[in-house]
């Protein structure tokens, strides 16, 4: 299981006010998305709340109305001054990625192979095999039969909540896919992660100067790398 393309169309906007234009994907987080806890204050309702199916839903494959699984946590939260009752959405907006993932053929036909996960810098995803979007068919650098696989997510955001301006402008997502086998033994079923080859993780968005490594990027493709010529 190797990332084959990372690409940014586009933002995530949280909040119907939130001007999004022609290139973004907008919902109300308020009352779109499932509320997963809450922390209420004096003066204020706060929730954390789970978006992934909602922004799912409006990101369907081209041609279709399937959604795609979302690579890592789609969380906001959702402030509510119960005076005024103005609503405050927390980030105002992240970046919008495509994914396309390639595994070989036999390896997703295995009867063990259950489904795809991510570790991410904001939380980790799984999408059990029936619920993975194919996208493709290609050939490998060594000659096998591959399959690519769409998903969708977020990497960095922009928060009007952060402290300075310095704290939007150099941040990076790390992220990181596996493949998932469950094997049954002794009567109990035991999942192994098969993680992709490579050192550390993939990393988005911009570090501040002198840092290292360095990192300022929105994407990247790697078809030279992993397909045949």
Known sequence: ?????????GRIVPT?????????????????????????????????????????????????????????????TVTKDVNTGRVYVDP??????????????AALNEASFSGVGFWTSRGSTF??????????R??????????????????????SQHGSPTSNTYQTFAFKPYAAYDVQSAGETHR???????????LLGRTAPGVSPMVDSTGFDRQADLLER
């Open 138 to 159: 290609v050939r490998l650098a060594n000659g096998e039969s591959g399959v690519v696989l769409r998903f969708a997510g977020a990497s960095v955001c922009v928060s």
């Open 16 to 76: 119907p006010n939130g001007s999004p234009s022609s290139t973004d994907v907008a919902f109300d987080a308020s009352s779109k998305c499932s509320t997963v806890s809450t922390n209420n204050r004096p003066g204020y309702e706060e929730r954390s709340v789970d978006c992934s199916s909602t922004f799912a839903s409006l990101v369907p494959l081209d041609g279709s109305s399937q959604a795609p699984p979302v690579a890592g946590a789609l969380a906001f």
């Open 192 to 202: 192994y992660r098969v993680w992709e080859k490579m050192q550390g993780n993939h």
């Open 92 to 105: 105002d907006s992240c970046s919008r990625i495509e994914v396309r993932l390639v595994a070989r053929e």
């Open 127 to 136: 999408a059990r095999k029936s619920d993975l979007q194919e996208v493709g």
């Open 1 to 9: 299981m190797r990332v084959l393309q990372v690409w940014t169309p």
